[in-house]
């Protein structure tokens, strides 16, 4: 039987409005932080950088570049069955998470603005960029007659709290590695057009540079704060933001691997290669890296990703609730106990190894 678009089947809360994707620990995450800490923040050290930065935000290089055009005109049934649920999937996932950085900038730009001007304008011109991100991935999703109801989303998530220093930290990641996801698709996709199943990946070259000028952003505020890079509890810190932020794309990934082969992409290399160039540029600033290149690295998380396999198909079992508590406990902890290892690991000293690379 050949599957057909009406085939790729979601929860509504209404009549093309999909309901949001269940949260998980692999789900986007919806933030919010101290204010009051954020606002007092003396950025003297590097406030010439984060000016510089700024300016680029007023100039808004991609400010007519998220229009739709002639491309997106066509029906898109024939991405149908299985591939079009992924593909939905991923747009949602994208929207959901440029949405989550629109919401955290704009608030930050809101309740920064007389306490601490220039980094309120900072954030309020990424919050714009993210706005527009968030809302062509949506648009994307109504070419599959469906879409997010983001103020719903806005309400209905779980927000989770970081002090600012982990704030910086994780958006720095998101925005670097967001960078090399696209990039590295865009460049593929540049060589193989025949994988190039919708238009929205003609959109990854420009796309990623925003995502490229927050991370920068980032970069020169963590320099502006040196006490948050430069102890120990920085290199402790900046192995767990990295570890968590690699595992979680390689997990999500893995299991959405079908998506990739459809843009002719082998999920476990593409993830590689990305995480491999996140941890190269993260060393810039963080005081450490992730040994990524130790086999024991990808041994470790590819025991999670049977693991997760394991907990997937107890889920869908017809156990009882208790039963499948237990069934899933040891997985969960092989789970903890890998990610336990990969963190132990000995890390490499971002210096000695930018050195090494001069």
């Given at each position: 039987?050949?599957?057909?678009?009406?085939?790729?089947?979601?929860?509504?809360?209404?009549?093309?409005?999909?309901?949001?994707?269940?949260?998980?620990?692999?789900?986007?995450?919806?933030?919010?932080?101290?204010?009051?800490?954020?606002?007092?923040?003396?950025?003297?050290?590097?406030?010439?950088?984060?000016?510089?930065?700024?300016?680029?935000?007023?100039?808004?290089?991609?400010?007519?570049?998220?229009?739709?055009?002639?491309?997106?005109?066509?029906?898109?049934?024939?991405?149908?069955?299985?591939?079009?649920?992924?593909?939905?999937?991923?747009?949602?996932?994208?929207?959901?998470?440029?949405?989550?950085?629109?919401?955290?900038?704009?608030?930050?730009?809101?309740?920064?603005?007389?306490?601490?001007?220039?980094?309120?304008?900072?954030?309020?011109?990424?919050?714009?960029?993210?706005?527009?991100?968030?809302?062509f991935l949506n648009k994307a999703m109504s070419d599959f007659n469906l879409s997010l109801d983001l103020g719903f989303?806005?309400?209905?998530?779980?927000?989770?709290?970081?002090?600012?220093?982990?704030?910086?930290?994780?958006?720095?990641?998101?925005?670097?590695?967001?960078?090399?996801?696209?990039?590295?698709?865009?460049?593929?996709?540049?060589?193989?057009?025949?994988?190039?199943?919708?238009?929205?990946?003609?959109?990854?070259?420009n796309w990623c540079q925003d995502e490229n000028r927050h991370g920068d952003f980032f970069d020169a505020l963590m320099r502006a704060q040196p006490s948050i890079l430069n102890d120990w509890k920085a290199k402790l810190w900046c192995r767990f933001f990295l570890l968590s932020v690699f595992a979680t794309m390689y997990l999500n990934d893995i299991q959405r691997k079908d998506f990739y082969a459809a843009l002719g992409l082998d999920a476990r290399e593409y993830d590689k290669h990305v995480i491999e160039k996140t941890n190269e540029t993260a060393a810039r600033v963080f005081p450490v890296m992730l040994d990524v290149k130790n086999p024991t690295f990808y041994e470790s998380l590819e025991i999670c990703v049977k693991n997760n396999e394991k907990l997937t198909a107890i889920a869908a079992s017809n156990a009882s609730g208790v039963v499948k508590f237990f069934k899933k406990l040891p997985h969960y902890i092989s789970n903890g106990?890998?990610?336990?290892?990969?963190?132990?690991?000995?890390?490499?000293?971002?210096?000695?190894a930018m050195g090494a690379v001069r």
């Open positions: 039987m050949v599957a057909t678009a009406e085939q790729a089947k979601f929860d509504e809360i209404r009549p093309g409005v999909k309901s949001p994707a269940k949260e998980t620990i692999l789900t986007p995450r919806f933030y919010t932080t101290d204010f009051d800490e954020m606002a007092k923040m003396d950025l003297s050290v590097n406030e010439d950088e984060l000016r510089a930065i700024i300016e680029e935000f007023r100039t808004d290089y991609n400010q007519k570049h998220f229009v739709r055009d002639d491309q997106f005109a066509q029906s898109w049934d024939h991405i149908d069955g299985a591939q079009r649920q992924l593909f939905i999937e991923f747009l949602e996932r994208s929207c959901t998470a440029e949405f989550s950085g629109f919401l955290l900038y704009k608030e930050l730009g809101r309740r920064l603005k007389t306490k601490n001007p220039l980094l309120a304008e900072g954030f309020t011109l990424m919050s714009r960029d993210e706005a527009r991100h968030a809302g989303l806005t309400k209905s998530r779980s927000y989770t709290f970081f002090k600012p220093k982990f704030i910086f930290y994780a958006t720095y990641l998101s925005e670097k590695i967001g960078y090399w996801r696209y990039i590295t698709i865009y460049r593929h996709l540049e060589q193989h057009p025949e994988d190039r199943i919708y238009p929205i990946f003609n959109f990854f070259e106990v890998q990610l336990a290892k990969l963190y132990f690991m000995k890390p490499i000293d971002s210096l000695q």
